[in-house]
């Protein structure tokens, strides 16, 4: 018989400051083993070009994947690959880091529509992989499929499956499920999830219950972390829910994390600045 998982805990995201100088909510941003392999998550969304006009300039990243998924607005990226290019509402960047890459990411400015929303997940990688050739997948918002579970919920789908369809984004290596979810008032989704993986969700927009043991409410700006188990079912009462829903296989492993970059050691860290500091950080051609 599968079990339904129940949540561990219900977390309001915070106000943080990124980059030059960025206003964002970050959703979590630790080392936390029900959370594994995922390390942080950022939501930003203003109508302010105060708020997020300064950017993220040139940095680097070791040892992670960083996936960007925007909603509203336009980004500008390029990087050391030689990668360029604009993420605008709807598309997706899945960036792994691998060995070293340097790249930025800089809203572009709409005087007729100032509004710029969208999120940055990171997503460790285990030993093994840390210092893999980095790769850049663009992911536009018309290679993103949009399953209508029934006429009440319609599921897009960056990685993973619903109902035999398959998102773009695959041969993961930590075998991840990127989800939005969207449910209309008075209904439910219920989804499987592989037992072993961790798996959580941050609401978007409205409210919905995310635990039928308990029966709380759970609105705009949460972040919803589960106990293990084989499914999630999520229920809408008289308001509409939209919804991140993620999962991945957990790493079990030391993390050493300063900044951009998370390794396995101190020593591994240290190196990676010390690289960085000396100009030999890039080790792609």
Not at 18 to 26: D, F, I, P, Q
Not at 131 to 153: F, G, S
Not at 192 to 218: L, M, Q, R, T
């Amino acid at each position: 018989m599968s079990k339904i998982r129940e949540v561990r805990v219900t977390l309001k995201s915070r106000p943080t400051m990124e980059g030059a100088g960025v206003r964002l909510k970050r959703a979590f941003g630790d080392v936390d083993p029900t959370l594994d392999p995922f390390l942080l998550l950022d939501d930003f969304h203003s109508d302010n070009p105060n708020d997020y006009m300064a950017g993220f300039p040139w940095h680097p990243h070791r040892g992670i994947e960083t996936i960007t998924y925007m909603l509203h607005g336009r980004i500008e990226h390029g990087d050391s690959m030689k990668n360029s290019g604009i993420i605008g509402a709807g598309d997706v960047q899945w960036m792994t880091a691998g060995n070293g890459i340097i790249h930025q990411e800089m809203p572009k400015k709409n005087e007729n529509d100032p509004y710029l929303a969208g999120f940055q997940l990171w997503a460790n990688l285990p030993a093994s992989h840390k210092m893999m050739n980095p790769r850049y997948r663009d992911i536009t918002k018309d290679q993103i499929p949009e399953v209508v579970v029934n006429d009440k919920v319609k599921v897009k789908i960056i990685c993973g499956e619903i109902n035999g369809v398959n998102g773009p984004v695959q041969d993961i290596i930590t075998d991840p499920e990127y989800l939005d979810v969207s449910i209309k008032p008075n209904s439910e989704f219920k989804h499987s999830i592989v037992k072993s993986h961790n798996v959580f969700a941050y609401v978007i927009e409205g409210e919905a219950i995310f635990d039928p043991i308990n029966d709380e409410i759970v609105g705009v700006e949460h972040l919803v972390i589960y106990r293990k188990g084989d499914e999630v079912l999520i229920q809408t009462k008289d308001k509409s829910v939209r919804f991140l829903l993620i999962s991945g296989k957990p790493i079990g492993e030391p993390v050493a994390w300063r900044g951009p970059i998370v390794m396995n050691t101190e020593e591994e860290l240290t190196l990676a600045f010390n690289e960085y500091n000396k100009g030999t950080f890039i080790k792609h051609k």
